[in-house]
């Protein structure tokens, strides 16, 4: 069974930064590109950061240049850090396979940026 854990969401201040960490347990990591995805309230999921199993790295327009997404191929860990968090950044974190799994949907992880 593969599990999906998220964390290191929190409330943060416009401007600030968070780190997010997601550990992927199975055999899936080291073979697929992983995804950070968001959801904000009465709004789909999307897609916010990509890194290949290589390592090639994608973004959103909205938050290129303020997030980072890495791995650690040996922990079967998918960071994000984000930097100069705006209110619009607030949603549920999860992190995935790309494109994603229905079963490895995990909790998420909550992050808000108040004004």
């Known amino acids: 069974q593969v599990l999906v854990v998220e964390s290191g969401g929190g409330l943060v201040q416009a401007g600030g930064s968070l780190r997010l960490s997601c550990v992927v347990s199975?055999?899936?990591?080291?073979?697929?590109?992983m995804g950070w995805y968001r959801q904000a309230p009465g709004k789909q999921r999307e897609v916010v950061a990509v890194?290949?199993?290589?390592?090639?790295?994608q973004y959103a327009d909205s938050v290129k240049g303020r997030f980072t997404i890495s791995r650690d191929n040996a922990k079967n860990m998918v960071y994000l850090q984000m930097n100069s968090l705006k209110p619009e950044d607030t949603a549920v974190y999860y992190c995935?396979?790309?494109?994603?799994?229905?079963?490895?949907w995990g909790q998420g992880t909550q992050v808000t940026v108040s004004s």
């Open positions: 890194i290949s199993s290589g390592g090639r790295l």
């Open positions: 199975g055999s899936i990591f080291s073979i697929n590109a």
């Open positions: 995935n396979r790309v494109p994603p799994r229905g079963d490895l």
